[in-house]
């Protein structure tokens, strides 16, 4: 029995010390590792300084999904896609819903329509929005990078989000049915309907 401890002990540190290689890399390297045991699981919500290999099957891992608020960035690297967190948009007022959560919306990617985002109202308090930018990078946005190489999808992120979560793109969706179906309901929006159906 205690043999069979010992056994377990040198079946993970090899597995760690393999593991050290295969974090070893980095995302501008020429050659990436292609002799991987164990692929990681998907990580939808990446943080810090951290790696991870893909199976090029990962259909998340293939959109290059995240649920932090991330935009493309320009890359003079083809073979390396860079995306950069956009932050978090919150309300200027500070304002909790009644079941005591804050309101952390998902900004817009692109610059129009974030600015645009700005000048609505809080969908809670209808207080003004604001943007909180992500510079958890040395002052920059945390930066992820994908790289598709044979039968694996490679993953870095630089930099550690000093900001809250943004809702996720689902529940912007549903956030955003919700208020759609509240305006179509909406006294003056039925009134305006029973107008046009008269005439």
Same mark, same amino acid.
């Given at each position: 029995?205690?043999?069979?401890?010992?056994?377990?002990?040198?079946?993970?540190?090899?597995?760690?010390?393999?593991? !050290?290689?295969?974090?070893? *890399?980095?995302?501008?390297?020429?050659?990436?590792?292609?002799?991987?045991?164990?692929?990681? *699981?998907?990580?939808? *919500?990446?943080?810090? #300084?951290?790696?991870?290999? #893909?199976?090029?099957?990962?259909?998340?891992?293939?959109?290059?999904?995240?649920?932090?608020?991330?935009?493309?960035?320009?890359?003079?690297?083809?073979?390396?896609? /860079?995306?950069?967190?956009?932050?978090?948009?919150?309300?200027?007022?500070?304002?909790?819903?009644?079941? !005591?959560? /804050?309101? #952390?919306?998902?900004?817009?990617?692109?610059?129009?329509?974030?600015?645009?985002?700005?000048?609505?109202?809080?969908?809670?308090?209808?207080?003004?929005?604001?943007?909180?930018?992500?510079?958890?990078?040395? !002052?920059?946005?945390?930066?992820?990078? *994908?790289?598709?190489? !044979?039968?694996?999808?490679?993953?870095?992120?630089?930099?550690?989000?000093?900001?809250?979560?943004?809702?996720?793109?689902?529940?912007?969706?549903?956030?955003?049915?919700?208020? /759609?179906?509240?305006?179509?309901?909406?006294?003056?929006?039925?009134?305006?309907?029973?107008?046009?159906?008269?005439?």
């Amino acid at each position: 029995m205690l043999k069979g401890a010992d056994d377990s002990v040198m079946e993970q540190e090899g597995s760690s010390s393999q593991h !050290g290689e295969m974090t070893s *890399w980095d995302i501008n390297d020429i050659k990436l590792p292609q002799h991987v045991s164990q692929t990681d *699981w998907f990580q939808e *919500w990446p943080d810090s #300084y951290v790696k991870h290999i #893909y199976s090029s099957e990962d259909k998340n891992a293939q959109r290059h999904h995240s649920s932090w608020a991330m935009r493309n960035t320009n890359n003079h690297n083809s073979r390396i896609l /860079k995306k950069s967190c956009l932050g978090v948009v919150v309300c200027g007022n500070n304002c909790s819903t009644l079941d !005591g959560r /804050k309101i #952390y919306l998902r900004p817009a990617i692109c610059d129009k329509a974030r600015q645009k985002q700005q000048r609505e109202c809080c969908p809670n308090c209808n207080g003004p929005l604001r943007l909180l930018s992500c510079r958890g990078h040395g !002052g920059y946005p945390v930066t992820n990078f *994908w790289r598709h190489e !044979g039968q694996f999808i490679f993953f870095q992120s630089k930099g550690a989000h000093d900001h809250p979560r943004p809702e996720t793109k689902l529940e912007a969706e549903a956030r955003r049915s919700i208020q /759609k179906a509240k305006t179509a309901f909406s006294p003056s929006s039925l009134r305006l309907k029973r107008i046009q159906e008269i005439e």
